[in-house]
């Protein structure tokens, strides 16, 4: 069975995010004829895409997309204040670059999830496969034990089961 892709571990999925911030706002910011950074602007960049993963790791139920989008804007903006070109800060080819490049890591990163969690799959398989002793019988059955559901009426009204309250 393929685990989900929200097992992915927290710390991974947020170096990928930043990671893809990064780069895909840096190639849409020179796609759009927008300065290639210099290496104090890159530092600072990379800084920023560092704290954005460091905030995906650290909130899990954060959708990858708010993050991306966040992180193109941190980029852009970054970008444009510290090269000296103000007059890039609201161009159309600028959004629709920094929308395709969000697009772009949105895909990568549900890409590089997918064959994360195939390669844990396979990485499962082949070790079971190499440790496989064979089946050991057992001297004992299994004890089936029958369960017992809640009546429906308890789970609409909100009750988990029949337990009543606490003796005194």
Same mark, same amino acid.
């Given at each position: 069975?393929?685990v989900? *892709?929200?097992?992915?571990? *927290? ?7 930043? $990671?893809?911030? +990064?780069?895909t %706002?840096?190639?849409?910011h020179?796609?759009?004829?927008g300065m ?5 602007? #890159?530092?600072?960049?990379? $800084?920023? +895409? ?6 995906? +790791? ?6 990858? !997309? /708010? &993050? ?5 804007? +941190? ?6 204040? @510290?090269? $000296?070109?103000?007059?890039? @800060?609201?161009q ?6 920094? /929308?395709? %490049? ?9 890409? @590089?999830? &997918?064959l994360?969690?195939t #390669? ?29 559901? &809640?009546?429906?009426?308890? !789970?609409?009204? $909100?009750?988990v ?8």
């Amino acid at each position: 069975m393929p685990v989900p *892709a929200n097992q992915v571990p *927290a710390r991974m999925r947020g170096g990928i995010v930043g $990671g893809a911030c +990064a780069l895909t %706002g840096i190639a849409a910011h020179a796609a759009a004829q927008g300065m290639l950074p210099s290496t104090s602007t #890159l530092l600072v960049v990379i $800084g920023a +895409a560092a704290a954005i993963g460091t905030t995906v +790791a650290a909130t899990p139920r954060l959708p990858n !997309l /708010a &993050a991306l989008i966040v992180g193109q804007g +941190a980029v852009h903006l970054l970008l444009v204040l @510290l090269s $000296g070109h103000h007059h890039d @800060l609201i161009q159309p080819s600028m959004a629709a670059t920094h /929308a395709l %490049g969000t697009l772009a890591a949105l895909a990568a990163i549900a890409a @590089l999830e &997918a064959l994360a969690s195939t #390669l844990r799959d396979v990485i499962v398989v082949v070790v079971s496969l190499l440790t496989y002793r064979g089946m050991r019988r057992s001297t004992t059955r299994p004890t089936v034990v029958p369960e017992v559901a &809640a009546p429906v009426v308890h !789970l609409h009204l $909100g009750a988990v089961g029949l337990r009543g309250p606490p003796v005194r």
